[in-house]
C-alpha cells in the first residue's frame, strides 16, 4: 500500500512559469514532509520542508503549502529554471512515531520527472 | 562542512556473496539511515542507527544488516547476495526531522 503517492510520472514547463509538484499521502500520523531533488546516480538533495503544524513554507523561489484535511502537500517552483530539470520526491515521516519515541523513517513517493523547457 | 560521504561508489558483485557499504555522516549528525532505491519499487527505508542502536528498521530480510560505530559511521552489509539487491543504495544523516543525503553506492550483481 502506497502511503505517498505522487500521481504525475511528468510534467514539463516553460522556462520562467510556476512549476507545480502534487504529492498526495494515506498515513494520518504523517506530521513532517519534505521535497527533494534528485539527479540519476546522485543522492536526493534537500530542497524544503514543512511541518504539520503549518499550512505553508518558502524558501526562495521554492514554497511547499500543506493541506491536512485533504492530506495533500505541493511544491510550487517560481520562477521555473532549465536547471530545476531533474525527478522531485515527496517523502512524509511520522516524527513522534507509535510509542512517542523520535522516528525519522522517510516514506517516499515515486518521484515526478520535472523538465523544464527555454 | 562536507557532506554525508559513500564508499565505494561502484561495486559488482555475483549471486551468493556477500558486501559491505560504508557511509560517513556529516560532522555532529548522531542519526544515520539507509535507503535502497530500485527502478521498480522506488527509495524505501532500510533501518536507522541512532548512538550505534538501530532505532527503526524498513521490510527487509535478515540477510540486510548494519552498525553505527560510536564517531556515528555506518556500514550495511548484505549477505548471499540476489540478482535483485542490484541497486542504488543511499546513506542519509540528520541532526534532527530532515535527512541529508550522499551521493549512494551502486551495487550490481551479476
Known amino acids: 500500500d502506497q502511503q505517498v503517492k505522487q500521481n504525475s510520472p511528468s510534467l514539463s514547463v516553460q522556462e520562467g512559469r510556476i512549476s507545480i509538484l502534487n504529492c498526495d499521502y494515506t498515513?494520518?500520523?504523517?506530521?513532517?514532509f519534505l521535497w527533494y531533488k534528485k539527479y540519476p546516480a546522485e543522492g536526493p538533495t534537500f530542497l524544503i520542508s514543512?511541518?504539520?503544524?503549518?499550512d505553508k513554507n518558502e524558501d526562495g523561489r521554492f514554497t511547499v503549502f500543506l493541506n491536512k484535511s485533504a492530506k495533500h502537500l505541493s511544491l510550487h517552483i517560481v520562477p521555473s529554471q532549465p536547471g530545476d530539470s531533474a525527478v522531485y520526491f515527496c517523502?512524509?515521516?511520522?516524527?513522534?512515531?507509535?510509542?512517542?519515541?523520535?522516528?525519522?523513517?522517510?516514506?517516499f513517493g515515486k518521484g515526478t520527472l520535472l523538465t523544464v523547457n527555454p | 562542512k562536507a557532506g554525508v560521504t559513500q564508499t565505494p561508489r561502484y561495486l559488482i558483485k555475483t549471486r551468493g556473496q556477500q558486501v559491505t557499504l560504508s557511509c560517513s555522516p556529516i560532522s555532529g549528525h548522531r542519526s544515520v539511515s539507509w535507503y535502497q532505491q530500485t527502478p521498480g519499487q522506488g527509495l524505501q527505508f532500510l533501518f536507522e542507527y541512532f548512538s550505534e542502536t538501530q532505532r527503526n528498521k524498513g521490510n527487509f530480510p535478515g540477510r540486510f544488516s548494519g552498525r553505527q560505530f560510536s564517531n556515528s559511521r555506518s556500514e550495511m552489509n548484505v549477505s548471499t547476495l540476489e540478482l535483485g539487491d542490484s541497486a542504488l543504495y543511499l546513506c542519509?544523516?540528520?541532526?534532527?526531522?530532515?535527512?541529508?543525503f550522499g551521493p549512494g553506492t551502486r551495487l550490481l550483481v551479476l
Open positions: 542519509a544523516s540528520s541532526p534532527k526531522e530532515t535527512q541529508y
Open positions: 498515513n494520518s500520523m504523517f506530521d513532517y
Open positions: 514543512i511541518s504539520s503544524i503549518k
Open positions: 517523502a512524509a515521516s511520522a516524527l513522534l512515531g507509535i510509542s512517542g519515541g523520535s522516528n525519522y523513517k522517510l516514506t
